[in-house]
């Protein structure tokens, strides 16, 4: 169990904070919330101690033996501050210490990761982005405020990210240092394909696969928290779309296969996380195919979709670095990994992230471990964690892989 703070500034989204807590605490971490006086106008005191089984208070006046405004810090693993306003990044950046969240922060050794959320032109303002350099460079996370609907009909950056968002990010850095979520893709355009492909057979039944999505979404959402500019193209995942990724939604191979040369143009990175059909019905039948019936077919004949890893890497522009991925068992011809390298030789990508899914230890879970093959015939190896914690540990993989980034 992981002591955590999670503190909590004056803005509406202080709602947020109640369940990016309950995210915390029903993963097993003891959370210490310290929110601003202000943040008390929007929850109240109350709602945090229950959720997490502490006490709340803003001064450094309460429990004065105990030396709470040092105390509280020192013992942290991790400390979160969501919502995380201009205010508290102002006074944050100057080393103020006028309350006990700021006190807190002084105190702290941990690493600290700040999630904003205001409205856009405070976001944008230069005052606000210099404090949010200046805490990086201190060694802070500061993640990007997602765009969206904020307080009445305004819309825009500076949305506070989903709970799940933030519970999962915030987890990868308690677990691998503040360096899992460095800024090392800050002006770098990030193109991902999660999900898999469907198939039509009839307008019920397809031919499909068992890919959830949930790797390159959390590839997508991790390349976001790491600066790029992220577009995902998404077949069929059954996800919230992740802060700060624009998505596109296909289903077939061929859709993908538009969407993915459309988006490549301009891409730094392109990353082949979907699991496309390597086949399809070579027809599809207007009407539900029914059983003993005149349409019942006695068999259906497949077609093979394009090979749009392989195009990719065919049409690249100079300097983009493309990275595949391979699901492989083993089998009496080889393992995973003899597989694995017969395919990165194939296609011809930089990179291949390599899947051992023997015994469904992949599709659908929470957690995976692969192996990054490059063309030069290195193998990196990604331990078992979080799909957050793996998408990181890819990134840091691919990052060293790029070339100065062109300007823009």
Not at 217 to 231: N, P, T
Not at 257 to 272: F, L
Not at 275 to 289: H, N, S, W, Y
Not at 384 to 391: L, Q, R, T, W
Request: with cysteine; proline share 7%.
């Amino acid at each position: 169990m992981s002591s955590i703070v999670l503190g909590v500034s004056g803005g509406v989204a202080a709602y947020k904070a109640a369940f990016v807590l309950r995210a915390f605490t029903e993963a097993g971490h003891d959370v210490r919330v310290v929110p601003t006086p202000g943040a008390l106008h929007f929850v109240g005191a109350a709602t945090f101690e229950a959720l997490s089984g502490n006490p709340v208070t803003t001064d450094v006046w309460s429990d004065v033996p105990d030396v709470a405004h040092v105390r509280i810090g020192q013992g942290a693993d991790l400390v979160v501050v969501a919502p995380a306003t201009a205010d508290l990044l102002a006074r944050a950046a100057m080393g103020r210490a006028d309350d006990l969240l700021t006190a807190t922060l002084l105190t702290a050794s941990c690493p600290v990761v700040f999630v904003p959320a205001m409205h856009t032109e405070m976001w944008l303002h230069p005052a606000t982005q210099e404090n949010v350099a200046t805490l990086r460079r201190r060694g802070a996370v500061v993640l990007p405020p997602a765009v969206g609907r904020l307080t009445g009909p305004d819309s825009g950056p500076g949305r506070l990210p989903e709970p799940a968002d933030i519970a999962a990010l915030a987890t990868v850095v308690l677990e691998h240092g503040a360096e899992a979520l460095a800024q090392d893709l800050a002006g770098r355009r990030v193109l991902i394909s999660a999900g898999g492909t469907r198939e039509p057979l009839d307008p019920v039944r397809y031919l499909g696969n068992r890919s959830s999505g949930k790797q390159g979404y959390a590839l997508a959402r991790v390349a976001a928290a790491r600066g790029a500019e992220v577009v995902l193209v998404a077949a069929n995942v059954e996800l919230p779309a992740p802060f700060g990724v624009r998505v596109v939604a296909v289903g077939t191979a061929e859709e993908l296969r538009t969407a993915m040369h459309a988006e490549a143009k301009d891409a730094d990175v392109v990353v082949m996380a979907a699991a496309v059909a390597d086949f399809r019905p070579a027809t599809v039948a207007g009407a539900k195919l029914k059983k003993d019936s005149a349409s019942e077919p006695d068999s259906v004949a497949l077609v093979r979709n394009p090979d749009v890893l392989a195009e990719l890497v065919g049409s690249r522009p100079a300097g983009q670095l493309v990275v595949g991925f391979a699901a492989e068992t083993g089998d009496a011809d080889g393992d995973v990994l003899t597989h694995a390298r017969a395919k990165l030789a194939r296609k011809g990508c930089d990179l291949l992230v390599v899947n051992d899914v023997s015994a469904g230890q992949v599709f659908g879970r929470s957690e995976n471990s692969v192996v990054v093959l490059a063309a030069d015939g290195s193998a990196a190896a990604v331990p078992h964690g979080s799909k957050d914690a793996v998408a990181a540990g890819i990134w840091t993989t691919i990052t060293p892989q790029l070339p100065p980034p062109p300007p823009r």
